[in-house]
């Protein structure tokens, strides 16, 4: 209602006066005296409608910018994204509040690298800060030290000096990679940004829903003359090694071939850091290579028979072959320690904390501790040849020839599901807290939901077998015996959907 001060000139000396006396009222009066205007007022609807518009701002109160700030600021934290954006756009109080940063760090925690539980979404967490490929650029090279190796590996066969000049010396800097920071410090120095939280968590939603609905932009390298037989990417840097017997090192943005290594027989498997890359090859032996000149820096003759799988980590390098063997060597020690349980070739290992994986041609899976090089558990349960494992924390994927993917415990060694979609085997696959993404021999990429088991969707991006791949939070991968490597890049603004 308006005060004297907001009087329309139009009204008279009287009603002004009382509108004067009016005011002058106690509530009690007031309440009474206005009780007896409505009861008398025009009964027209523009009448009603007029001082129904005139009452309404009068009945309402801003209960948020009333209450202390953590109050408001705890009632928010109840909001579900959508109802935090939807509060922004209420005032330029409830924007404040709605837009805090701390709001946004608690929705991001609840909702990035995991499931809520609450509202069942998750976002994919942003792949780690580029890794520093400076040495590269600049042309610095790592030392190259003259070496016979190790002889087949075995750690009976050699002197404990011998398996220190190994990697020792000149070369010790080139495994050094361990870093003194907590698991908890580099999780947080990867989420850090100069942006807002806000902004975080809608770049990450976009991308989340692209990883949904299967929208993403293609890309494809001509990558080898013949097989892509594997590769890895951080980032910005894919590395990869065909059965034309080289390793090719590709930048991920200008999908350029920035360096090409020749090796002298076909690399089966690889890996590489800031530093070097260690391929496993046809012959046995393992290579290590200087990321930045291509040269062979060292040769170890691992395995009687072909390498076919290898990871390191800070600490030490593990390799697969088809002697049916699994090698241990310490980057400390230098020693090699043999893992011997298989009957068959070992197609795939892996490294995680203190833990080793191995999958065999002898459809079993094992899983060992690197302190005692104990086999601590044996998986079985596929009908064919497992070509590929991953190991995180408590749970093991694996994928077979026998068209299916299993999802294991590594407590109990059960198996907690199998996964059907694939009509031919499976020969690569990777999985994160939110999804797995497998590749066959037919050509396709299959991604799947982790926590249902559903496939989501198939992209059909290559003509022969999907020989390897990997995914970070917004791109997958894939090596093909058609020569070629497929970028699907789900960051950016689609193309295509489910296919090319």
């Keep these: 209602m308006p005060t004297l001060s907001k009087v329309p000139p139009i009204l008279s000396k009287e009603q002004k006066d009382f509108m004067t006396w009016f005011e002058a009222l106690d509530d009690d009066q007031q309440k009474q005296v206005f009780s007896g205007l409505i009861s008398s007022v025009s009964r027209k609807p523009e009448v009603i409608s007029s001082i129904a518009r005139g009452i309404a701002p009068f009945d309402k109160r801003d209960f948020m910018a009333a209450l202390p700030k953590k109050l408001a600021m705890h009632i928010l934290s109840y909001c579900d994204a959508r109802s935090l954006c939807c509060s922004a756009l209420v005032s330029k109080q409830w924007k404040s509040l709605a837009d805090d940063d701390s709001l946004w760090h608690r929705m991001c925690s609840q909702h990035i690298n995991k499931k809520c539980k609450r509202c069942g979404w998750g976002l994919p967490l942003e792949a780690e800060t580029e890794m520093n490929f400076e040495d590269l650029e600049n042309g610095e090279e790592v030392p190259i030290v003259q070496s016979n190796g190790c002889g087949n590996g075995d750690s009976n066969s050699h002197p404990a000096d011998s398996k220190k000049r190994l990697f020792g010396g000149e070369m010790a800097g080139c495994f050094n990679n361990a870093s003194t920071e907590s698991d908890s410090e580099r999780q947080t120095k990867r989420l850090k940004r100069d942006r807002s939280w806000k902004e975080v968590y809608a770049e990450r939603m976009i991308v989340e829903k692209n990883w949904r609905k299967g929208q993403f932009r293609a890309a494809k ?257 894939s090596g093909s015996d058609d020569n070629n490597i497929k970028i699907f890049d789900f960051s950016a603004e689609p193309l295509r959907i489910s296919g090319f």
């Design 221 to 477: 390298l001509s990558a080898h003359t013949d097989s892509v037989l594997c590769l890895e990417f951080v980032r910005t840097r894919i590395v990869s090694a065909g059965l034309d017997k080289t390793i090719r090192v590709w930048d991920a943005n200008t999908r350029e071939c920035i360096k090409t290594m020749e090796v002298e027989n076909t690399a089966k498997c690889l890996q590489f850091d800031k530093k070097k890359v260690i391929a496993g090859c046809v012959d046995g032996g393992i290579r290590i290579l200087c990321l930045c000149t291509g040269a062979c820096v060292r040769k170890i003759d691992a395995h009687r028979g072909q390498v076919n799988t290898l990871q390191f980590d800070d600490l030490n390098l593990v390799s697969g072959g088809s002697d049916s063997i699994v090698q241990v060597w310490s980057f400390v020690t230098g020693r090699c320690t043999q893992l011997k349980g298989h009957t068959d070739a070992v197609t795939c290992v892996r490294l995680h904390s203190g833990k080793v994986l191995s999958g065999s041609e002898d459809r079993t899976l094992k899983l060992w501790d690197l302190q005692t090089m104990i086999c601590q558990t044996t998986f079985t349960g596929h009908k064919d040849t497992i070509t590929c494992a991953q190991l995180s924390h408590n749970i093991v994927v694996s994928g077979s020839l026998d068209n299916t993917i299993k999802i294991w415990d590594t407590k109990t060694g059960e198996c907690l599901n199998t996964l059907f979609s694939h009509t031919i085997g499976v020969n690569c696959l990777q999985f994160d807290s939110l999804r797995i993404v497998s590749g066959s021999e037919d050509g396709t990429i299959k991604v799947w939901d982790r926590q249902t088991g559903h496939c989501m969707y198939t992209l059909q991006g290559h003509d022969q077998s999907v020989n390897t791949l990997q995914f970070n939070d917004s791109m997958i991968v």
